[in-house]
């Protein structure tokens, strides 16, 4: 399966051009932070403003980080509700935290058809970490180029 990347404050171009796919919610130093506080592995589910897909206004939503770019840019699945129609969608539950969770208590979806790509100082915080295994069902069946 090929998947996409969507930029956000990495130095990339945006998807759209003349859009703003990028709009910092909150910003770790703003909030209190410092940074040597934003450092992020792979499983941590984080909220950032994102957008699902190319079109819509982005939002802040939950993300799962993948791995960090050399860029220092994180590489993370978006989290929906729902199901996606078009591309996969891997369902997860508050079992499958380690530690933290989402605020819902429905199953959630991590939508792997594109990764998103995340400046870590535009990261609104983190709400926990998956589990390893939870986070090795999500990556299974993805080829090498989302690793």
């Given at each position: 399966?090929?998947?996409?990347?969507?930029?956000?404050?990495?130095?990339?171009e945006?998807?759209?051009?003349?859009?703003t796919d990028h709009?910092?919610?909150?910003?770790?130093?703003?909030?209190?932070?410092?940074?040597?506080?934003?450092?992020?592995?792979?499983?941590?589910?984080?909220?950032?403003?994102i957008r699902i897909g190319e079109k819509g206004e982005p939002k802040v939503?939950?993300?799962?980080?993948?791995?960090?770019?050399?860029?220092?840019?994180?590489?993370?699945?978006?989290?929906?509700?729902t199901p996606s129609r078009d591309q996969r969608a891997v369902p997860f539950g508050l079992e499958d935290f380690?530690?933290?969770g989402l605020d819902i208590m429905d199953e959630s979806y991590a939508l792997t058809g594109a990764m998103v790509r995340i400046a870590?100082?535009?990261?609104?915080?983190?709400?926990?970490?998956?589990?390893?295994?939870?986070l090795e069902a999500i990556m299974s069946g993805l080829g090498s180029g989302f690793r």
């Amino acid at each position: 399966m090929s998947g996409r990347t969507i930029s956000y404050g990495c130095g990339a171009e945006s998807t759209t051009p003349g859009s703003t796919d990028h709009i910092p919610y909150v910003n770790l130093v703003q909030s209190g932070m410092d940074q040597s506080m934003s450092r992020f592995v792979p499983g941590d589910v984080i909220l950032a403003r994102i957008r699902i897909g190319e079109k819509g206004e982005p939002k802040v939503r939950p993300a799962i980080v993948v791995r960090e770019g050399d860029d220092g840019c994180l590489h993370a699945f978006p989290v929906s509700s729902t199901p996606s129609r078009d591309q996969r969608a891997v369902p997860f539950g508050l079992e499958d935290f380690q530690e933290g969770g989402l605020d819902i208590m429905d199953e959630s979806y991590a939508l792997t058809g594109a990764m998103v790509r995340i400046a870590p100082r535009d990261v609104a915080g983190k709400k926990g970490r998956l589990a390893p295994v939870a986070l090795e069902a999500i990556m299974s069946g993805l080829g090498s180029g989302f690793r």
